[in-house]
């Protein structure tokens, strides 16, 4: 007679195939969305702050607004010596 069983995986050989299959494409899976979000910067730990958070000085605000062409070059000199007197 033979056995045809002889050489079968058992109920627990399976079922460790299936966890270890599932574990595998899952490992596969999170490697893929990691490569693909540090490709695109997600990781980068480089803070750039956002304009709520920093603090800027009544004179970077006129020269960024004369920077943006906001205001012109007379206009800008004129604040600046008015917040230059206010301050001291």
Same mark, same amino acid.
């Given at each position: ?35 693909? $979000? ?21 004179? $970077? ?16 000199? $004129? ?10």
């Amino acid at each position: 007679m033979m056995f045809w069983y002889d050489h079968d995986v058992s109920g627990w050989g399976c079922a460790g195939m299936v966890v270890g299959m599932v574990l595998f494409w899952a490992f596969v899976i999170v490697g893929i969305i990691a490569v693909i $979000q540090f490709n695109s910067g997600a990781f980068r730990t480089e803070h750039t702050p956002s304009p709520e958070t920093v603090d800027y000085s009544a004179e $970077q605000i006129l020269a960024s607004r004369f920077a943006c062409g906001e205001i012109d070059e007379t206009e800008y000199h $004129q604040r600046l010596d008015v917040l230059r007197r206010t301050a001291h």
